[in-house]
C-alpha cells in the first residue's frame, strides 16, 4: 500500500526550519508599552553593570537617586512584566536573612536575562543613534587582510604547532571586522540615499553632499577596490585550508556535552567563511564590493539629476525649502499679532478679491475690492499661475479706450436698474407678500432690505418701513406674533417668523393709521 503526498501539507522539516520566534518578539514589548520610560529606567539598571542582581525595593530605591519616581510595589509589578516578558529572569532568593521583614524584601529577587540585555544594549544604541551621516569603518578592510594573513600562517606552517589561542583571536578578528564594516557601510549609504532623494535640498546642502560623495564615497570606494580583491584571494587559499584551523580553534569542553543550546562565536564553521568568501566575490551572486559601487553609482545619479532640477528655473521642481526655512525664522521672532499678519501674506488668507490682470480685464468696474465670486472669471497666464512670473509673453496688450469702457459701464447700470425697477414693480403688484410667488430677483431686492426691517421691528415692538425713492417702493412689515410671511420661488421658500410684510407705491402709500405717507 502506497500513499500519495499531500500538496497542501507542509513540506518536511518545514516546522524546523522556522522556529516560532513570539517568545523572542515579546522581547521587544517594554520598549512600546504605556509605562515605558519605567521599563527602559529599570533595564537600563539592570544592564548598567555585570550580573546586577536586585529587588524591587532596591530598583525603586536606586532609581529614586536617578530621578525616576517609582515605588516599591509599582517597581515589582514592572520587573514582573518584564520576567513575563523574558527581558528579566527571576534571580535565586536569598534565604539566610536576620528578620522576617528582610525576607519579605528579598523575596524577589531579579537578573537580566541574556536576550533582555542584548536587545537593551541594541535599544540603548538605537536611542543614542543621532539622525545623521555614519562614519564608515573603513580601516576594517585593511585589518581583515592583516587577520587573514595570520590565520593562513598558522595553518599552512607545518613545522610550528598551532597557537590556538592567537588562531582563534584572528579568526574573531576577520568576522567581528567585517560586521562592523557592513554595518557602517551599510547605515552611510542608507543615510546618502534618503538626503538624496529629498525634493526640497536647498543649493547649501546640496554642495555639502556633492563633497560627500564625490570624496567620501570616492575613498570608500579606493578602499574598497584596494583591498577586496586581497581579502577574497586569502579567503580563498584558506578555505582549502578551512578543516586544520577549525579543528583547531579551541573550545570550552562544558559546552561540549549536547545537554545546552551552544551559540559559538562566529567562524567556528566552514558554511560560515564559504558566505565571507561569496560577499568578497568568490561566488557566481553580486559580491558586496559590486554592491557598493552599484549604490556609489545610484548616489552619483541622483546627484545630477537633482542638480538638473535646481539648475531648471521652469517646471515644478523648484525647492521652497530655503523660503519656509526663512519664514519659520520670521514667524519664531514675531509677536502674536505680526505673526497672524504675516500668515495671512504668505499663506494669502486675506478675503477673496479679484485678481487684476491689466488691460486684459473683460469687466472694466472690477477693482482690488472686487470679490471674485461677483467678477467675471479671467484666464491667468500659466507662467503667472504656476510660477508666478509676469513678464508679459505672446502679443501686445490691447490699448485701454477710456470711452468705450465708459460706455459699457453707462450701459450696465441702466440694465442694472431697469431689472431693480422691474423686480420693485413685481413686488408692488404682489401687494402683502404672505403667500406670493416671486423671481429670483425680486425675493433679492426683498432680502437686501429684510434685514433692517425686521431689526427695526424686533427692537421697537411696531411697524417700521423701508422707502426706496429711486424705485418709488414702500416696504412695510408689521409684527404679528404667531404668523408668518411665506415667499415661494423656483429656487425655494422664504418665511419670516412673526411678521407680516407688504410691498406698495411709495407715491400712493398710507400709513397704518389710514393718514397719507409723505415721500
Not at 532609581?63 to 520576567?83: H, I, N, S, T, W
Not at 535640498?201 to 584596494?226: C, H, M, P, T
Request: glycine share 6%.
Amino acid at each position: 500500500m502506497t500513499s500519495q503526498p499531500d500538496d497542501d501539507a507542509p513540506a518536511a522539516g518545514f516546522a524546523e526550519a522556522t522556529p516560532d520566534t513570539s517568545a523572542h518578539r515579546k522581547l521587544f514589548s517594554y520598549l512600546t508599552a504605556d509605562a515605558a520610560d519605567d521599563y527602559i529606567a529599570i533595564m537600563r539598571l539592570f544592564s548598567g553593570t555585570l550580573l546586577n542582581d536586585l529587588s524591587a525595593a532596591e530598583v525603586a530605591a536606586q532609581l529614586a537617586d536617578r530621578g525616576v519616581a517609582l515605588d516599591p510595589d509599582q517597581a515589582e509589578d514592572r520587573c514582573k512584566q518584564l520576567v513575563a516578558w523574558g527581558n528579566l529572569v527571576r534571580s535565586v532568593r536569598e534565604t539566610r536573612v536576620p528578620t522576617v521583614a528582610a525576607y519579605h524584601r528579598s523575596r524577589s529577587r531579579f537578573q537580566v536575562s541574556k536576550l533582555g540585555g542584548r536587545l537593551h544594549r541594541e535599544a540603548e544604541e538605537i536611542l543614542r543613534a543621532v539622525d545623521g551621516v555614519q562614519e564608515v569603518a573603513r580601516e576594517l578592510l585593511a585589518r581583515i587582510v592583516e587577520s587573514l594573513g595570520q590565520i593562513l600562517r598558522q595553518a599552512a606552517d607545518v613545522h610550528r604547532p598551532v597557537d590556538s589561542e592567537a588562531l582563534a583571536g584572528a579568526v574573531t578578528s576577520v568576522f567581528t571586522d567585517h560586521r562592523v564594516f557592513t554595518e557602517s557601510v551599510t547605515d552611510f549609504y542608507a543615510y546618502l540615499a534618503g538626503v538624496l532623494t529629498r525634493y526640497d535640498l536647498a543649493s547649501e546642502e546640496y554642495a555639502q553632499f556633492k563633497d560627500l560623495l564625490l570624496d567620501y564615497v570616492d575613498l570608500i570606494g579606493a578602499d574598497v577596490n584596494r583591498n577586496a580583491p586581497e581579502i577574497r584571494r586569502r579567503l580563498l587559499l584558506l578555505l582549502e585550508l578551512i578543516d586544520p584551523v577549525l579543528d583547531n580553534l579551541p573550545t570550552a569542553a562544558a559546552l561540549e556535552n549536547g545537554l545546552v543550546a551552544v551559540e559559538r562565536l562566529p567562524g567556528r564553521t566552514r558554511v560560515e567563511w564559504e558566505q565571507l568568501a561569496v560577499w568578497y566575490g568568490a561566488g557566481e551572486v553580486a559580491s558586496g564590493p559590486d554592491q557598493l559601487r552599484a549604490a556609489a553609482r545610484q548616489a552619483l545619479g541622483q546627484l545630477i539629476i537633482n542638480a538638473r532640477r535646481m539648475l531648471t528655473a521652469s517646471g515644478t521642481g523648484l525647492s521652497r525649502r530655503a523660503d519656509l526655512l526663512k519664514l519659520a525664522s520670521w514667524f519664531r521672532a514675531a509677536d502674536s499679532d505680526t505673526a497672524h499678519r504675516l500668515y495671512d501674506a504668505a499663506f494669502g488668507s486675506y478675503p477673496a478679491r479679484h485678481l487684476l490682470i491689466g488691460p486684459e480685464e473683460a469687466d472694466p468696474s472690477a477693482g482690488p475690492n472686487t470679490s471674485w465670486w461677483d467678477s467675471t472669471p479671467v484666464d491667468v497666464p500659466v507662467s503667472l499661475r504656476e510660477r508666478g512670473d509676469r513678464t508679459p509673453r505672446g502679443r501686445n496688450a490691447r490699448v485701454p479706450d477710456p470711452g468705450a469702457d465708459a460706455q459699457h459701464l453707462l450701459e450696465r447700470a441702466r440694465r442694472r436698474s431697469e431689472a431693480r425697477r422691474a423686480a420693485a414693480a413685481e413686488l408692488i403688484a404682489a401687494g402683502t407678500l404672505h403667500r406670493s410667488r416671486l423671481s429670483r430677483a425680486a425675493r433679492e431686492l426683498l432680502l437686501d432690505k429684510l434685514s433692517g426691517l425686521v431689526a427695526a421691528v424686533s427692537l421697537a415692538g411696531t411697524a417700521a418701513e423701508d422707502r426706496d425713492h429711486d424705485l418709488d417702493l414702500l416696504l412695510r412689515a408689521t409684527p404679528a406674533g404667531g404668523a408668518a410671511t411665506i415667499i415661494t420661488g423656483d429656487d425655494g421658500t422664504v418665511t419670516i417668523q412673526d411678521v407680516l410684510l407688504a410691498a406698495m407705491p411709495l407715491r400712493d402709500a398710507v400709513g397704518p393709521a389710514g393718514e397719507r405717507v409723505p415721500a
